[in-house]
């Protein structure tokens, strides 16, 4: 079995077929992005159908990657960080999608099933938060590459050159002789850069990274960020990764999405975000993180726990955690407001520091 794509293949058989507002479609419709726009999402909504009624775990997202930009997405566990990135390429099996995602000019979730293989792998590739979600656990991870390659089109020997090349290239040492080694034979951080060349391999405009140090040491994590950076500068490419730690926020990206409970509630560039937390929750993930250093830490807990999404309460999702809650914040969902170039949710914003801070 070959993960990479019998798996997504799956994984997709439920996908809905309602998923998206427009016409099946793979038009594209370039005209209402600018051509700095890699990813625009709108209004995006993931459902889990159930008997009754369905449980949203993503409600109505909204935000934008640009060519060559590194964007973090933060939350804590179960804020639908992986939901929300699954579904860019539609990996969601069983649940709904509402809304509009488009991708270097492509609308995703009108787009028919067979011709989804034009955004997977080639637009964007995933490193799943598992290694052994991205690689078959029975076949070399070379032929796993190669066979990436081959299914587009490309010779065996082409395909093995740049699957060899691309392993070099993301640190692994004595690529070639690698090629026949299994997922298991790695070491984590090694693992990592192969899940990494598994998402690289067709040379997508964007590259989706879900968690990709969470299982490492310090060291070892860092090292991977600075292969991932290395990697991303050298080959023009937009990330998003994913992540709970702000560590790995501050010492990789340039813009940050903070999640709770299937929500954006803040969007800012990373020094601004940093220098001055709006949305109290984003405060309270930074506030383990040491401003001078920025060495990587583990998150102080907010306090209290994450809400699960059919228990989500009315009003400002955050508000039974949050120490400047008042009735509004119980009452009415803030909508993302747009302060300069940050975005946030919060009904007091502007007492909060929101109309000075950039
Ligand atoms: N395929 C699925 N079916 C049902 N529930 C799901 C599925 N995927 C995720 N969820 C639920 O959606 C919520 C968000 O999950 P996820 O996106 O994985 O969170 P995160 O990546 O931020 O930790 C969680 O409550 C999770 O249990
Ligand atoms: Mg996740």
Same mark, same amino acid.
Request: net charge neutral.
């Given at each position: 079995m070959m993960p990479g794509t019998d798996m997504i293949e799956s994984n997709t058989e439920?996908?809905?077929?309602?998923?998206?507002?427009?016409?099946?479609?793979?038009?594209?419709?370039?005209?209402? &992005? @600018?051509?700095?726009?890699?990813?625009? &999402?709108?209004?995006?909504?993931?459902?889990?159908?159930?008997?009754r009624e369905a449980t949203r775990l993503v409600d109505g997202v909204s935000f934008t990657i640009k060519r060559n930009e590194k964007v973090a997405l933060v939350g804590e566990s179960g804020? $639908?960080?992986?939901? /929300?990135?699954?579904?860019?390429?539609?990996?969601?099996p069983k649940l709904r999608l509402a809304g509009r995602v488009?991708?270097? $000019?492509?609308?995703?979730?009108?787009?028919?099933?067979?011709?989804?293989?034009?955004?997977?792998?080639?637009?964007? %590739?995933?490193?799943?938060?598992?290694?052994?979600t991205s690689l078959d656990p029975i076949m070399p991870v070379g032929e796993q590459l190669i066979e990436a390659l081959v299914v587009q089109g490309v010779s065996r020997g082409e395909a093995r050159v740049r699957a060899?090349?691309?392993? =070099?290239?993301? %640190?692994?040492?004595?690529?070639? %002789?690698?090629?026949?080694?299994?997922?298991?034979?790695?070491?984590? $951080?090694?693992? +990592?850069?192969?899940?990494?060349?598994?998402?690289?391999i067709c040379e997508p405009r964007l590259l989706i990274a879900d968690e990709p140090t969470t299982a490492l040491d310090v060291r070892i994590a860092q +090292? &991977?960020?600075? &292969?991932?950076?290395? !990697?991303?500068?050298?080959?023009?490419? =937009?990330?998003?990764?994913? /992540?709970? @730690?702000?560590?790995? !926020?501050?010492?990789?990206?340039?813009?940050?999405?903070?999640?709770?409970?299937?929500?954006?509630?803040? @969007?800012?560039? !990373? @020094?601004?975000l940093f220098e001055r937390p709006i949305h109290p929750y984003t405060e309270g993930l930074l506030a383990a993180v040491p401003r001078v250093d920025r060495t990587v830490e583990r998150l102080a807990a907010v306090q209290g726990s994450p809400v699960a999404p059919g228990e989500r309460p009315a009003g400002c999702a955050f508000h039974p955690r949050c120490a400047a809650a008042t009735d509004v914040c119980r009452g009415v969902v803030p909508p993302l407001r747009t302060f300069g170039a940050r975005r946030i949710a919060c009904h007091h914003a502007e007492e909060r520091g929101a109309s000075d801070a950039v």
């Open positions: 439920n996908a809905s077929p309602r998923a998206g507002t427009l016409p099946a479609t793979d038009a594209r419709c370039a005209s209402d &992005v @600018d051509s700095d726009t890699l990813v625009k &999402v709108e209004g995006l909504s993931v459902d889990l159908p159930r008997r804020s $639908g960080k992986s939901v /929300t990135a699954r579904a860019l390429m539609r990996l969601n488009l991708v270097d $000019g492509i609308e995703v979730l009108g787009l028919p099933e067979r011709k989804l293989g034009s955004v997977r792998g080639k637009r964007i %590739g995933m490193a799943f938060q598992d290694a052994f060899v090349r691309l392993l =070099a290239e993301l %640190g692994v040492s004595h690529a070639e %002789g690698r090629m026949k080694a299994y997922v298991h034979e790695f070491s984590g $951080g090694m693992r +990592q850069r192969v899940v990494l060349a598994m998402a690289l +090292q &991977v960020l600075d &292969v991932l950076d290395d !990697v991303a500068a050298r080959r023009e490419l =937009a990330v998003l990764l994913i /992540t709970h @730690d702000m560590g790995v !926020v501050a010492s990789f990206a340039e813009r940050v999405l903070v999640m709770y409970s299937g929500r954006i509630v803040e @969007d800012a560039q !990373v @020094d601004a």
